[in-house]
């Protein structure tokens, strides 16, 4: 009898309580942008072409690389820095040869920054990069990082 009041009372909450974490983490919240920048670490590592499409707006990075580019240049220009993250590109090679550490992310409306700390394995200098992305159709697409 004992263990049927304690069902009793603690059957609504047991129930509940799961149920309601499970509707707050699935409703009106948004990814982690930290996640985003894990995969496209990981997919530059891979030499993931189509992650990477999936990750980066190179359209809009571009844009913000080279403001003062002309309009004839966007797409040659658009291939050559996504080349860069595949295969024998430079910035993955030069990334082979650094640990990847994540760092605070910061919002900003639907943007967020993350920051991506590069530590060298041989020699252990460090260099900082900010990685910058949006929010569309609920998912982070970066559209910046220094390489």
């Known amino acids: 009898m004992k263990y049927k009041a304690f069902f009793e009372k603690m059957f609504l909450p047991l129930i509940l309580v799961p149920f309601g974490f499970f509707l707050f983490n699935s409703c009106g919240g948004r990814p982690d942008p930290r996640k985003t920048v894990m995969d496209f ?29 002309p309009e004839e240049k966007i797409p040659a220009t ?36 993350v920051e991506l700390t590069l530590m060298h394995l041989k020699t252990g200098i460090y260099s900082y990069t900010t990685v910058r992305m949006y ?3 609920g998912k982070w697409k970066i559209f910046y990082y220094e390489d």
């Not at 996504?82 to 993955?92: A, P």
Request: net charge positive; proline share 1%; charged share 35%.
């Open 78 to 113: 658009k291939q050559r820095l996504k080349r860069n993250l595949l295969k024998s590109g430079i910035t993955r090679v030069k990334w082979e040869n650094y640990r990847k550490v994540l760092g605070d992310v910061k919002f900003e409306g639907d943007t967020a920054n």
């Open 41 to 69: 670490v990981k997919a530059v590592a891979q030499s993931d072409s189509l992650t990477l499409d999936n990750l980066v707006d190179f359209e809009v990075f571009t844009q913000k690389k080279y403001p003062d580019l």
């Open 135 to 137: 929010l569309k159709e």
